[in-house]
């Protein structure tokens, strides 16, 4: 694997933001690297020439992060050899998409069945780490990934290919599943609030909150109630 | 250029490796996308002086003494203390003349939001009962939904204590009309509380009108409430301060917006007006706010008061036209961009150094830190500065979509800033805003993509 070289350019100062509670952060030498030097994003005048069979886009403005995936599958090798991005968003929120993009293509590009097996985790472990407020809202690239290789398979007729096995899609907007809302009640969300708190889930799409209460109730009896 | 060229092959390194042989073709392109380079001598161009300002010189220097010198206790007895004392009772009266009420109108506390506190519960839970019993104690506030959170969360604490609050929506500019303050009093109305300028928009409300309704309302019904309260933090250094002209009974001041120490500030309460005290103890502050009295606090809070009072004139047209004359420049220079709060006038409608604007289908959180990486400091109006998520409940409450108050910065400016330093900032900013625009998918300013299916 390439070594991992950080431009020190723009980071001889730490970017310090602080939370209301006062409890202090930094971002990564990582994350100030790619919020600096964005990789693969679609300039000014590129969207005509660049050629790709796949996109993705997840969230809305509304909710403070938006971003959109532009993948090029090799059909052969079924390798993603190319992409370009872009996201509205916060620093973390641009950093991660374009480590997400350095990661998919890097060596030759990524099989899109290793592409489908990318979890936020793993960006951010690539990122150095993220506080913890700032993960469900800005590490949205899984998912627009995972967009992207769906309208791939819908582009070549492998309608069968399409995943949404094991996962209902709650949300429309965000792309919040019911494992997601299992996972924050798992984490500690009890109300409606704490579930947008930490997926914003509703917030763009206001008709899937009943379902969204009935999954939070579903869960918390599931793991809680005795 | 050498070097030039050098920055752009490592901020794409990744792109040449893969398309080396269109290099050329890169180098040409990202001439112009590339931000601006960084002068090389980084300057701090303070931008974000309604979040606090520095010390003035001539402040620092009157605090000096107060420090290891006249360190007493203003309770004790002997000579040291009673020096103490005796510079206390000056301060206190000068700020009295300051707002033309008198010396045992002024209490003294720890910074703006105290008084706040001070002032909602205070009042509150000295003369207010939620149920209107036989005695016929009253529960009802009204406040407005851009506040500064140091009056909103008292007040949602005291709806939790049984009281209910109403909070007024302003018109699309911010503005609270003293119709609708008065339309809103009810019979158990106890306090009224509007802040005298808005902290992220500017809007000056027309607290002396609002008050002279009260009053009306008041004799009219032969009562002694409702009381009016005003935060007035944001117009300590531009606007006139004289609590009969304001008719307001209790007014918050602090010296950290004002050029003067943190953590002090001021309680203005007319006499007759009771309060119960937050803070009890030694009886200090005629028994409102216990604690032994920060002198040399108090002594700076005093004289950066006098000063800014004295320079107002002056120092409201410098910065009008300092801010008006930003405003043209961005407004020449980037497009799709959107001024939030009142129009650019004088300071009896706008804070004259506030500027608030949006700049459509970026973010702030990011404008913010490539502003930062130049020296350049202000705040924004996005949800991701804040812990809740959620934007700004002032320009929310403005009506503003969501959209729109994420990508807001606040530019607010004071005393060290000049020509250069709206020139400097303007050489960076229009960069910024293109190069994070380019990156952004979003584009309610301009036609859609044309490879955007949905």
Request: charged share 25%.
């Amino acid at each position: 694997m390439e070594k991992k070289v950080i431009k020190t350019d723009n980071l001889k100062e730490s970017v310090d933001i602080r939370g209301v509670d006062g409890s202090g952060w930094l971002y990564s030498d990582i994350v100030k690297d790619h919020f600096f030097n964005p990789r693969n994003f679609m300039q000014y005048g590129e969207e005509e020439k660049f050629k790709f069979n796949g996109m993705g886009r997840v969230g809305s403005p509304a909710c403070g992060d938006e971003m959109v995936l532009w993948i090029l599958v090799e059909k052969e090798s079924e390798k993603i050899i190319d992409c370009r991005w872009r996201t509205f968003g916060c620093g973390s929120a641009i950093a991660s998409t374009s480590v997400l993009s350095e990661m998919i293509i890097e060596n030759g590009g990524m099989l899109i069945e290793e592409a489908l097996k990318i979890k936020p985790q793993d960006i951010l472990e690539r990122l150095g780490g993220l506080p913890v407020r700032k993960v469900h809202c800005s590490v949205l690239g899984d998912k627009a990934l995972q967009g992207a290789i769906n309208d791939y398979f819908r582009h070549t007729g492998q309608h069968s290919r399409i995943v949404t096995a094991g996962k209902k899609i709650i949300d429309k907007v965000l792309n919040i599943t019911d494992n997601d809302i299992e996972e924050a009640v798992l984490e500690g969300a009890r109300t409606l609030e704490d579930l947008q708190k930490k997926l914003k889930v509703g917030v763009g799409d206001p008709e899937a909150i009943p379902q969204i209460e009935e999954l939070l109730k579903f869960y918390f009896e599931k793991y809680y109630e005795v | 250029m050498m070097l030039l060229i050098e920055q752009l092959a490592r901020m794409k390194k990744d792109i040449f490796i893969q398309k080396s042989n269109l290099l050329t073709c890169f180098v040409c392109q990202n001439l112009k996308n590339m931000f601006p380079p960084k002068s090389k001598t980084k300057k701090l161009v303070y931008l974000d002086h309604a979040a606090t300002t520095y010390v003035n010189e001539q402040v620092e220097k009157a605090m000096k003494p107060f420090m290891a010198k006249i360190f007493g206790n203003p309770s004790s007895l002997y000579e040291l203390g009673r020096i103490a004392n005796g510079e206390l009772n000056d301060c206190r009266r000068q700020v009295a003349e300051i707002l033309h009420a008198l010396p045992d109108n002024i209490i003294f506390t720890g910074g703006g939001s105290e008084s706040d506190n001070l002032a909602i519960l205070g009042v509150c839970r000295k003369i207010g009962n939620p149920s209107a019993d036989a005695q016929g104690k009253k529960g009802h506030i009204i406040t407005t939904q851009i506040e500064h959170h140091a009056v909103l969360h008292p007040c949602q604490q005291l709806e939790k204590e049984g009281f209910t609050v109403t909070y007024l929506e302003p018109d699309s500019q911010g503005f609270v009309s003293p119709k609708k303050v008065l339309a809103a009093i009810r019979p158990e109305t106890i306090l009224i509380s509007v802040m005298s300028a808005n902290n992220e928009i500017g809007t000056v409300e027309p607290i002396a009108d609002i008050g002279r309704e009260i009053l009306k309302y008041r004799k009219a019904n032969n009562s002694t409430l409702p009381y009016f309260h005003t935060d007035a933090c944001q117009a300590g250094g531009v606007l006139e301060l004289d609590v009969e002209k304001l008719h307001v009974d209790l007014m918050t001041l602090n010296g950290s917006k004002i050029y003067g120490p943190k953590g002090v500030g001021l309680l203005y309460k007319r006499r007759g007006v009771n309060i119960q005290p937050l803070i009890m103890g030694g009886g200090q502050e005629m028994g409102l706010r216990s604690g032994t009295e920060n002198l040399a606090g108090i002594v700076g809070f005093t004289k950066a008061l006098t000063i800014a009072q004295e320079n107002r004139h002056e120092e409201n047209m410098r910065l009008v036209d300092l801010r008006n004359y930003f405003f043209e420049q961005i407004q020449k220079n980037i497009n799709n961009i959107k001024l939030n709060g009142p129009c650019l006038g004088n300071e009896s409608v706008r804070l004259p150094n506030n500027l608030n604007v949006t700049f459509i289908d970026v973010e702030g959180e990011a404008m913010l830190l490539y502003l930062d990486a130049y020296g350049i400091c202000c705040s924004t109006g996005s949800a991701c500065t804040s812990a809740s998520l959620e934007p700004s409940h002032v320009l929310t409450a403005l009506g503003l979509p969501y959209e729109y108050a994420h990508g807001s910065l606040r530019f607010t400016l004071g005393h060290c800033n000049t020509k250069v330093d709206i020139d400097y900032t303007m050489k960076y900013l229009p960069g910024i805003i293109e190069k994070l625009r380019e990156m952004s998918p979003v584009n309610m300013g301009k036609m859609k993509h044309a490879k955007y299916k949905k």
